[in-house]
C-alpha cells in the first residue's frame, strides 16, 4: 500500500489516509506510517483521514501508531475533514486523545498546544455593564445545547 506523504514545514510530516482500513490493509498501513517516523525526524505527525468511514479497525490503528510515535517523541495529530469521522472520534472518546482537528491548519495548531477553537473560551464576551458581573449571566442570557433546559418554566409561558 502506498500513503501519500510529505512534509508541511520542518516540523510536521503530513500523511494521507484515502483508504479505509479494514482487515487486508491495516498492517501494511500501519507498516507504511512507522516506517516514516525513524528516517524524516519530524517534530509531529500528521495523519490526513481522506475517508468519511472510520473503521474499528481505523481507531484502532491510529492509537496504535500514536503510542509508537509518542515513544519516539513524536505527538501524533488527526485531521477529520468529515463530521462522521470526527463524530466517530468523538463517540469513541479519542478526540482529545488523538488531537483531531477539522482542517490540516487547525491540526497544526493542535500539535502546538493549542486548543481547538470549540473549546476555547471566547474572546472579548466579557459584559461591562454594572451588576452584569455579579449576577454571572450575560446579556444574552445561558448559552449552550443546553441552554433552554436549565431556565425554569412557568405553565402558559413560553
Same mark, same amino acid.
Given at each position: 500500500m502506498f500513503?501519500?506523504?510529505?512534509?508541511?514545514d520542518?516540523?510536521?510530516?503530513?500523511?494521507?489516509?484515502?483508504?479505509?482500513?479494514?482487515?487486508?490493509?491495516?498492517?501494511?498501513?500501519?507498516?507504511?506510517?512507522?516506517?516514516?517516523?525513524?528516517?524524516?525526524?519530524?517534530?509531529?505527525?500528521?495523519v490526513?483521514l481522506?475517508?468519511?468511514?472510520?473503521?474499528?479497525?481505523?481507531l484502532?490503528?491510529l492509537?496504535r501508531v500514536?503510542?509508537?510515535s509518542e515513544?519516539?517523541?513524536?505527538?501524533?495529530?488527526?485531521v477529520?475533514?468529515?463530521?462522521?469521522?470526527r463524530? +466517530?472520534?468523538?463517540? +469513541?472518546?479519542?478526540?482529545?486523545?488523538?488531537?483531531?482537528?477539522?482542517?490540516?491548519?487547525?491540526?497544526?495548531?493542535?500539535?502546538? %498546544?493549542?486548543?481547538?477553537?470549540?473549546? +476555547?473560551?471566547?474572546?472579548?464576551?466579557?459584559d461591562? $455593564?454594572?451588576?452584569?458581573?455579579?449576577? %454571572?449571566?450575560? +446579556?444574552e %442570557?445561558?448559552?449552550?445545547?443546553?441552554?433552554?433546559?436549565? $431556565?425554569?418554566?412557568?405553565?402558559g409561558e413560553?
Open positions: 500513503l501519500l506523504s510529505y512534509h508541511l520542518a516540523a510536521h510530516l503530513v500523511v494521507e489516509l484515502g483508504a479505509v482500513v479494514d482487515l487486508d490493509n491495516e498492517a501494511r498501513i500501519e507498516r507504511e506510517i512507522l516506517r516514516l517516523l525513524p528516517c524524516c525526524g519530524p517534530r509531529a505527525l500528521v490526513d481522506r475517508t468519511p468511514v472510520l473503521t474499528p479497525r481505523a484502532g490503528l492509537l500514536r503510542g509508537r515513544e519516539r517523541g513524536v505527538p501524533l495529530v488527526v477529520a475533514g468529515y463530521d462522521t469521522g463524530e +466517530a472520534l468523538s463517540a +469513541a472518546g479519542l478526540h482529545r486523545v488523538l488531537r483531531v482537528a477539522p482542517t490540516l491548519q487547525g491540526a497544526v495548531s493542535r500539535s502546538r %498546544g493549542c486548543r481547538p477553537e470549540s473549546e +476555547a473560551s471566547p474572546g472579548g464576551t466579557r461591562d $455593564r454594572p451588576g452584569a458581573a455579579s449576577s %454571572g449571566r450575560s +446579556a %442570557g445561558p448559552i449552550g445545547p443546553y441552554a433552554d433546559t436549565s $431556565r425554569p418554566r412557568y405553565p413560553r
